[in-house]
């Protein structure tokens, strides 16, 4: 039988996340579970694509956007499940027994948040994005997403949208999103670069924004900047 899922991660001048990423996702392999890992890549200029070679994933590309970006890696999937993963994010050991027992309920689910950082702020900045995401049924992507193709497919799809396209997905499946008792660690840089406070505000002027209706390519600009 073949192994089920199907890693998506969309990529961007990423080489500086990668290798955790992919290191945590061997534990995947090892269980039999990862059936093959898509880079989507926005135009990278740096060694990611160098990076996927090595690592024998396959390289779907296109323009820089990550809604496209993650729906081009899924249209290109052949697994009955699809991981969507971002490159500075990194599964937590043990992952792969708690995807096991949830692969036998079609669904969409998402890890737990936290941050590789120690301190009050990271704590507090994860658990507003766990307790977000556990009661009004809205996890970002650096939290990754696991759904089974036929709930993606049945709710559309990912957005070709440059930014909240998780949001987005989420709000298309009508609060299915389900908890998974594990782990994904992302990368604290920005919010180190920026402040924990001002970042986490910002984010959430974003959210509340695109909920009542704001230009996903007017927030991006603004999230850029």
Same mark, same amino acid.
């Given at each position: 039988m073949?192994?089920?899922?199907?890693?998506?991660? =969309?990529? @961007?001048?990423?080489?500086? +996340?990668? =290798?955790h990423?992919?290191?945590?996702?061997?534990?995947?392999?090892?269980?039999?579970?990862?059936?093959?890992?898509?880079?989507?890549? +926005?135009?990278?200029l740096?060694?990611?694509?160098?990076?996927?070679?090595?690592?024998?994933a396959?390289?779907?590309?296109? /323009? /820089?956007?990550?809604?496209?970006q993650?729906?081009? +890696?899924?249209?290109?999937a052949?697994?009955?499940?699809?991981?969507f $993963?971002?490159a500075?994010?990194?599964?937590q050991?043990?992952?792969?027994?708690?995807? $096991?027992?949830?692969? =036998?309920?079609?669904?969409?689910?998402?890890?737990?948040?936290?941050?590789d950082?120690?301190?009050?702020?990271?704590?507090l900045?994860?658990?507003?994005?766990?307790?977000?995401?556990?009661?009004?049924?809205?996890p970002?992507?650096?939290?990754?997403?696991?759904?089974?193709?036929?709930?993606?497919?049945?709710?559309?799809?990912?957005p070709?949208?440059?930014?909240?396209?998780?949001?987005?997905?989420a709000?298309l $499946?009508?609060?299915?999103? @389900?908890?998974? =008792?594990?782990?994904?660690?992302?990368?604290a840089?920005?919010? &180190?670069?920026?402040?924990?406070?001002?970042?986490?505000?910002r984010?959430?002027?974003?959210?509340?924004?695109? @909920?009542?209706g704001?230009?996903?390519?007017?927030?991006?600009? &603004?999230?850029?900047?």
């Amino acid at each position: 039988m073949r192994a089920p899922i199907s890693v998506i991660i =969309p990529t @961007l001048d990423a080489e500086s +996340g990668l =290798p955790h990423c992919l290191s945590a996702l061997g534990e995947g392999l090892n269980a039999g579970l990862i059936r093959e890992v898509i880079f989507s890549d +926005g135009g990278s200029l740096d060694s990611t694509l160098g990076i996927a070679e090595a690592a024998g994933a396959e390289v779907v590309s296109g /323009p /820089p956007s990550r809604g496209g970006q993650l729906r081009r +890696g899924a249209e290109a999937a052949a697994g009955d499940w699809l991981l969507f $993963l971002h490159a500075d994010t990194a599964l937590q050991e043990g992952w792969t027994e708690v995807v $096991l027992r949830a692969l =036998p309920t079609p669904g969409a689910y998402h890890f737990r948040l936290r941050f590789d950082a120690k301190g009050l702020a990271p704590r507090l900045v994860s658990g507003w994005a766990n307790v977000r995401s556990r009661y009004l049924g809205l996890p970002y992507g650096d939290q990754g997403l696991l759904i089974d193709r036929a709930s993606y497919e049945k709710a559309g799809g990912f957005p070709d949208i440059p930014l909240m396209e998780d949001v987005a997905l989420a709000r298309l $499946l009508r609060r299915q999103m @389900l908890e998974l =008792p594990a782990y994904a660690v992302t990368n604290a840089g920005k919010y &180190q670069r920026q402040g924990w406070l001002r970042r986490g505000a910002r984010n959430l002027s974003i959210l509340i924004r695109y @909920l009542f209706g704001a230009d996903p390519a007017q927030l991006a600009k &603004q999230y850029r900047k």
